[in-house]
């Protein structure tokens, strides 16, 4: 049986539309600076992951099982609810960069937040490169 192919991939979907059609207007600039934060930090061009991740970077992976793939480096999706970022080096339980980033809570391997307004940014850009130091 042939594996099944990862659920997430990356899309050649423009990301500049993507961000326009993000509403209220708050949100929609809470990601145009998020976008703009992580393609700064990463030194990489944004680029659609499904169809509701900007990623940055490309991460390939190979579990024990054997199954492997791609994915970002870091990223985010701005969700109805809040912004879900995907930048955490390790667990987000279990690292204490992630408490310090102000107003969050955590999910495996992403950290929620409202609005920007609520984050430390100087120690997001530090989650950030954490993360993207990690083979």
Do not use: H
């Not at 169809?51 to 991460?59: D, E, K, L, Q, T």
């Amino acid at each position: 049986m042939a594996a099944k192919p990862n659920k997430t991939q990356a899309t050649a979907a423009s990301v500049e539309a993507f961000l326009a059609g993000v509403t209220p207007e708050a949100r929609r600039a809470d990601a145009i600076a998020l976008c703009e934060l992580m393609a700064r930090v990463s030194g990489e061009p944004p680029r659609m992951w499904g169809p509701s991740i900007v990623g940055f970077g490309v991460r390939r992976y190979r579990y024990d099982s054997g199954r492997e793939g791609e994915i970002c480096k870091v990223g985010f999706s701005p969700r109805k609810g809040a912004f879900a970022l995907y930048c955490v080096a390790g667990s987000a339980e279990n690292n204490p960069k992630v408490a310090a980033l102000g107003k969050v809570t955590t999910g495996k391997g992403c950290v929620y937040v409202k609005s920007l307004a609520e984050l430390d940014l100087a120690r997001l850009e530090t989650l950030i490169a954490d993360t993207l130091a990690v083979p």
